[in-house]
């Protein structure tokens, strides 16, 4: 690594235990959105919230590394935060319009193909095959996926699962991408990119996709607060940083929990209840998290994280 790209973060702790239970953190809060923008679509378009939120956070990472000094991007960083920008947006935004042709329980289930689609990608780039813990905690917790995301039904139209597909590769190559810059790139600067790239990306694509809807309310605000600041500013922060330590399998594997949370706080906050097969699919995808974890097809006990 040449000193023009080394990455400045000595400020920022470097375990591979802290990585792994900052991303579960990531999790719950992307988790707890769910319910938080259920509630604000009710006032606002889902692609000009996309803008607002990602708005927002690209001020608030914008203020916080001024306030550390001097901000210096280099036309690499520049190029990398474009690329992941670019796939962060794709996601959001094929999973929003294949929404308008499929119903929420295939999406969930097609977005959820990243998980397979990241070890998949990553062994094609590396040349390097998944570990039969890491292979087992995927199918386990792509199987559990499958189940939380309910009865699929009949697709309204092949349109839509194709739109989604779109999305669950736009996140795998964002995860592996990130895992590749995110070791020569500044972390501050690198989230910065990638969430303002995707800011004026959705700026761009907000009266293009869908009809824009804005009826502004302290729920709507609230909403776009805590989304920008806690789950695309600071996620995004802590995400780069991580994927310095952690790999992109693993990292892929841990986002599965996000719709276990996304339940939980629906429970709490809505109501809402868990069926039987619902919560067979929850308990599959913790059981896929823990294999990986304690490597228990690779001949023993010792935590991933450790080694």
Known sequence: MSPAHRSDDSSLPASPQAATFSLIAICLVWGATFTV????LDDVSPVLFLALRFGVATLVLWVGIRWRGPLRIQRKSVGAGALLG????GGYVFQTVGLRFTTPSRSAFLTGLFIVMVPLLAALASR???SRSEIAGILLAFLGMALLSGPLGESQTVRGDLLTVVCAVCYAVHILLLGHFARIHDTRTLALLQ???TFLLSVGAC?????VRFVPGWRLWLAVLFTGVLAT???FLVQTWAQRITSPTRTALIFSLEPVFAWGTAFLV???QLGGMSAAGA???LAGVVAVEIRLFDGGWRPAALT
């Open 37 to 40: 923008i259920k509630t604000a």
């Open 86 to 89: 670019l796939a962060l947006f």
């Open 128 to 130: 390097r095959s998944p």
């Open 195 to 197: 969430v303002g790239f």
């Open 207 to 211: 009266c293009w996709v869908e009809p």
């Open 233 to 235: 500013a600071l996620a």
């Open 270 to 272: 809505l109501g809402e």
């Open 283 to 285: 308990l599959l995808i």
